[in-house]
């Protein structure tokens, strides 16, 4: 599985980002999708989950997000999104996006994409 992630950048507080992770894995991947998630690493910080959305649509966020994050997914493009409106300084970090997946024996397999970086000014 290869996950890229993009859309970062420096933005003011109140602003807007969209932060959009594609899996390139091959059309004849072994795994399937469980769910797809955003965490969020502040510096100095541990990576904190902010947003998932499971193979049938179900979406959870934390609390912190909540009503200013949006995440989508366009299974034709084998794509997760993260909208980001509101943004606030404490929002500045990086953002990996990450799969959980399972395969044919049911074994349960994370990937990981490589962060992308998120700048709130104030």
């Known amino acids: 599985v290869q996950l890229q992630a993009s859309g970062g950048g420096l933005v003011q507080a109140g602003g807007s980002l969209r932060l959009s992770c594609a899996d390139y894995?091959?059309?004849?991947?072994?795994?399937?999708?469980?769910?797809m998630d955003w965490y969020h690493q502040a510096p100095g910080k541990q990576r904190e989950l902010v947003a998932t959305?499971?193979?049938?649509?179900?979406?959870n966020y934390a609390d912190s997000v909540k009503g200013r994050f949006a995440i989508s997914r366009d299974n034709t493009k084998n794509t997760v999104y993260l909208q980001m409106n509101s943004l606030k300084p404490e929002d500045t970090g990086v953002y990996y996006c990450?799969?959980?997946?399972?395969?044919?024996?049911?074994?349960?397999?994370?990937?990981w994409g490589q962060g992308t970086q998120v700048t709130v000014s104030s």
């Open positions: 990450h799969e959980d997946t399972h395969d044919m024996l049911n074994r349960n397999w994370s990937f």
């Open positions: 959305i499971t193979s049938a649509g179900l979406t």
């Open positions: 894995s091959s059309i004849n991947s072994i795994y399937s999708i469980n769910s």
